[in-house]
């Protein structure tokens, strides 16, 4: 079933390099198709999840691969990869939806983000160092023919240095793993069984040498101060779905890498580092939305807000290693919520990125400048822009809120002074995506007057259907997951207990 | 040495691969002076069989019991055999990319029987295990290539077997001057004796005798300090033979360097393991840091082989482990085999497109061919699920539990550094080309820029098997760590 679910996008990418070049209007529509078909399929197998245990492991699969390597094929999904599975399946659709006009080179685009959500969803289920390791780096190999091939001018220096950079992360990454698989007996690269081991549990020097090798291979994905100068570049030249994917999934390999593998595997030496990766959290927190109030590029702006975004979840998972007593049982509250952060910010940042190809694909400029008044012209645009703004700062009724209440309830009575830091956060971010949406929608229309040509502003269309129906949906799950959290916090729970009994002292 | 029974007679039936060879490199000889040019083909043919002959021989002796045959001089193990089949299976390659540019060619016979001769030399030179028995492998290996370099006549090509030639001569005197101090330090050729005897002998002179006969090895292996002549001789030669040359004789000398080092060396008193490190460190990142700036693909394929030869040495250089070290060496020699012969097919494929520009819209174009080159360049940097990717794991597995952290983290570092270069190639390949290189190929009677059909097929069968190895590594593993 979970097999399935991973590779059946890829088996259509496969089959469709034979299609002949003609059939190429079909491409985009069997692309939506296959998506949707998987998130039908995810969908069902979150019901059989709660319907059966709920907590645990489910659609456990193992099968023996590279035996003697210590490694297999072991794949399931808990409380923490079904929301990320579900969450790859919607952006990838949304995606899908929205690349229906997609005319330069359709046939390798669709093929490209097939087999990409393949390696997303095999990423995030995987239950085995190797195989974890595998789809991180074709994740990256995907990315940047994504960015290489259909980016904006600049997109070839962006994409090497996306590469150089996450590439970098990735072999320290490796070299982690061989360091967990080197100290277990009998070797492994078995999560589970390194789980169980807990190889390092003596040898706090080894140990917090392998945390700082995969905490740096995870941190340049995530990513967090100071690894984050990819991720500007990156998203800036990116091409829109490229832009959303990156943000809403690949940004998570690194988060979610931090709950699946360095928190349950070196749980001592997570314990011992945790005030590292709070002080790390909260300086994404305040720098990332503090140069994100500097752009005057709406990409740009929206890539520092996910360092923010990013930051809140690090300073969560670190605040729950600094546990103690009492605190405890409320750090779990602030891994859930770094969970549930990680499935918000999918949503909402996704939609904001597929907002700022709307509105490149009329203004031909991410300017915020360029634009003023839009909201006379494009209603409809400027409601979901209003929505999604209003999510990402984190307005209650929305999944952002939940997430981040969840983070700062969680975190205070471990780490007082950084969450109340971290709180100025959330001010600055609603200050510049307030003054972003006021200054592109509202006011007196053309606001330039100076030797830069307005962009054509007076016939600008509003949304066509594909990209309303590619965005309102994100937007519509961020608020029943803000009205309604509980569907989805009661998958989480258990998973950020079991967590939090391994980690919390 | 255990478990090993030291032959005093020879079994001939232990040497049939070698043999298969040998006698097909003669009869190719003479029928090709008999027969008319138009039928030279036969000779083709004859080699094609006489290696299908050795491979399954080969397949049969891997299911045997290891042996020192020879009065110890020759060893037939699991590491001869797994060298023998990349060996016979490159060259089978490589005779494949040469169909098209050879056939019927002036001097097609003699193209195929020194390929054979070399062939057979770099066997030798993996089973050895007697001083004499590696140098005659090393000369073997070595003259019919400095032929072969040559073989066009056209002025790159005597350049580069003139610059080919010298060195090897050169490297080839400290070989034999290495076995001349080894031998009279410790009293035998046989590797097994020297094991016993190198550790009481002066310690100066003993080391001396190692150094210079590594340095006939690291030649062959095209590894620092005896690289400079990779870059000209494959630049030069035609690309079949830049093919044969990057690939196969370095599985001989490796395999030989991997020999020497554990049943010859291991004992005496000196850090063998950090002297060859350290080497495989400079291998790595010099061969990394020049392909930087190359401009043509054979250039930059020429140095990209420098740098892979380093990330052989250091699991070499962990030869203390050989449980981890030997079955990693071996399947990375077999992935490295695959992956740079599939990248390599491809040169052969367009050998008119010289700089990495010309490869520019290659994807329109050559679907397949361009989605193969791409599968062997990553391949090449370590991204899974390629053959060397499981190679490089291992690799770095073996030189971590062998305690030489620092060089792995060079060597991680080397890696991203030449993920730099080989993309640099791949991007072009989807760039639209402005200039068709056209202009400057030789078309064919449709106006399609002729291309060798036999060299595409190929570059794209070694693409797949690239990725096909890599996923099924398991089986091979468990093969190459069978015995011993």
């Not at chain 1, 259907?465 to 258990?494: K, M, T």
Request: a positive charge.
């Amino acid at each position: 079933m979970l097999s399935i679910i991973v590779f059946l996008p890829a088996i259509v990418a496969a089959l469709l390099l034979f299609v002949p070049r003609k059939r190429v209007r079909l491409f985009p529509w069997i692309w939506v198709a296959t998506s949707a078909v998987d998130l039908a399929l995810i969908i069902v197998a979150w019901t059989g999840y709660i319907v059966g245990t709920g907590t645990g492991f489910g659609y456990e699969e193992n099968v023996r691969w590279l035996p003697m390597l210590g490694s297999g094929y072991h794949i399931a999904v808990d409380g923490f990869s079904l929301p990320i599975v579900a969450l790859t399946g919607v952006l990838f659709l949304a995606c899908a939806v929205y690349s229906l006009r997609e005319q330069r080179r359709t046939r390798s685009w669709v093929i490209l983000f097939l087999f990409l959500q393949t390696v997303s969803l095999g990423l995030f289920v995987s239950l085995d160092l190797l195989v974890f390791f595998v789809f991180f780096d074709l994740s990256i190999v995907a990315m940047y023919f994504i960015i290489a091939g259909w980016g904006h001018p600049g997109a070839a220096r962006a994409a090497l240095q996306f590469f150089l950079y996450t590439f970098v992360g990735s072999l320290a990454l490796l070299l982690g793993f061989i360091g967990l698989y080197l100290a277990s007996t009998p070797h492994t690269f078995d999560m589970v069984q390194l789980v169980h081991q807990d190889p390092l549990k003596g040898d706090p020097v080894v140990a917090g040498i392998i945390l700082f090798a995969i905490s740096l291979g995870l941190a340049v994905k995530t990513p967090t101060v100071p690894f984050h100068t990819w991720l500007p570049p990156a998203h800036t030249e990116a091409p829109t779905a490229g832009s959303v994917i990156l943000a809403g999934i690949l940004l998570k390999m690194g988060t979610y890498g931090f709950v699946r593998i360095a928190m349950p595997i070196l749980p001592q030496a997570w314990r011992d580092y945790a005030l590292v990766f709070v002080i790390v959290g909260v300086v994404s927190v305040l720098y990332g939305a503090l140069v994100a109030l500097a752009q005057t590029n709406l990409k740009r702006m929206i890539a520092y807000t996910s360092v923010n975004h990013m930051g809140y979840i690090i300073l969560g998972l670190g605040a729950a290693g600094l546990a103690t007593g009492s605190n405890v049982q409320a750090s779990a509250l602030a891994v859930s919520g770094a969970v549930t952060q990680m499935v918000s910010h999918g949503l909402l940042t996704g939609a904001l990125f597929l907002l700022a190809g709307v509105l490149y694909a009329r203004g031909g400029t991410y300017d915020i400048g360029a634009y003023g008044g839009l909201a006379k012209t494009v209603p409809v645009f400027t409601g979901l822009m209003a929505v999604a703004v209003f999510g990402s700062l984190g307005l209650p009724g929305f999944s952002g809120f939940i997430a981040e209440f969840q983070i700062f309830t969680g975190s205070l009575g471990s780490a007082p002074v950084p969450t109340a830091l971290s709180v100025i956060g959330i001010v600055i971010t609603a200050a510049l995506l307030l003054r972003m949406f006021q200054r592109i929608f509202l006011g007196a229309g053309q606001r330039s007057h100076d030797e830069a040509p307005p962009a054509p502003q007076a016939s600008m269309k509003d949304v066509f259907s594909r990209e309303f129906f590619a965005v309102a949906p994100l937007l519509a799950l961020s608020v029943v997951i803000g009205i309604l959290p509980a569907f989805l916090l009661h998958v989480i729970d258990p998973a950020a207990r079991a967590l939090v009994a391994l980690v919390g002292g | 040495m255990n478990g090993m029974q030291s032959g005093q007679e020879i079994d001939l039936t232990a040497f049939v691969p070698e043999i298969a060879i040998a006698v097909t490199a003669v009869l190719g000889l003479l029928a090709g002076s008999w027969l008319p040019r138009y039928r030279q083909w036969v000779v083709r043919a004859l080699a094609l069989l006489g290696i299908l002959v050795a491979v399954i021989a080969t397949i049969i002796s891997m299911t045997r019991a290891p042996e020192a045959t020879a009065a110890g001089s020759y060893t037939i193990d699991v590491s001869l055999n797994a060298a023998r089949l990349a060996i016979l299976v490159g060259t089978a390659i490589v005779i494949g990319l040469a169909s098209g540019s050879i056939a019927a060619a002036k001097r097609e016979s003699e193209f195929h029987v020194l390929l054979l001769l070399a062939a057979l030399g770099t066997i030798v030179l993996a089973g050895a295990t007697d001083l004499l028995v590696l140098a005659a492998g090393y000369l073997l290996a070595s003259v019919p290539l400095y032929a072969l370099v040559g073989f066009a006549k056209d002025r790159l090509g005597t350049e580069a077997t003139l610059k080919y030639y010298l060195m090897g001569a050169l490297f080839g005197l400290l070989l034999l001057a290495g076995v001349v101090l080894l031998l009279a330090t410790g009293g035998s050729t046989v590797y097994s004796e020297l094991s016993r005897s190198l550790p009481r002998g002066p310690t100066a002179v003993v080391a001396t005798g190692m150094l210079m006969l590594t340095a006939g090895l690291l030649f062959k292996a095209g590894s620092v300090p005896a690289h400079f002549w990779v870059p000209d001789a494959i630049d030069g030669a035609t690309p079949p033979i830049a093919a044969f040359i990057a690939t196969v004789p370095k599985i001989g000398a490796l395999v030989a360097l991997f020999r020497i080092s554990t049943d010859a060396f291991a004992n005496v008193p000196l850090d063998w393991s950090l002297m060859l490190a350290l080497l495989a460190a400079a291998t790595m990142t010099l061969g990394n840091l020049a392909a930087f700036f190359q401009r043509t693909v054979r250039r930059l394929l020429a140095y990209s082989t420098i740098s892979q030869v380093g990330y052989l040495m250091m699991i070499i250089a962990a030869y203390g482990h050989p449980t981890r070290a030997l079955p990693s060496l071996l399947y990375y020699l077999l992935a490295y085999t695959v992956t740079n012969l599939g990248a390599f097919a491809v040169v052969a494929a367009f050998a008119s497109r010289r700089g990495v520009d010309d490869y520019r819209g290659l994807f329109r174009r050559h679907r397949w061919v361009a989605l193969s080159l791409i599968v062997c360049l990553l391949g090449l940097v370590g991204t899974p699920p390629t053959a060397v990717f499981v190679g490089k794991l291992t690799a770095f597995t073996a030189a971590l539990d062998a305690g030489m952290g620092w060089l792995v983290i060079l060597a991680a570092a080397n890696t991203v550094a030449s993920v730099f270069y080989y993309l640099r190639w791949i991007f072009v390949l989807f760039q639209r080309d402005h200039v068709g290189p056209e202009a400057s190929e030789p078309s064919g009677p449709t106006g399609m820029p002729r291309t060798e059909a036999a060299s595409i097929i190929l570059a794209v069968a070694l693409g797949v098997t690239s990725i096909v190895v890599g996923l099924v590594a398991n089986p091979v593993l468990e093969l190459l760590s069978s015995s011993k």
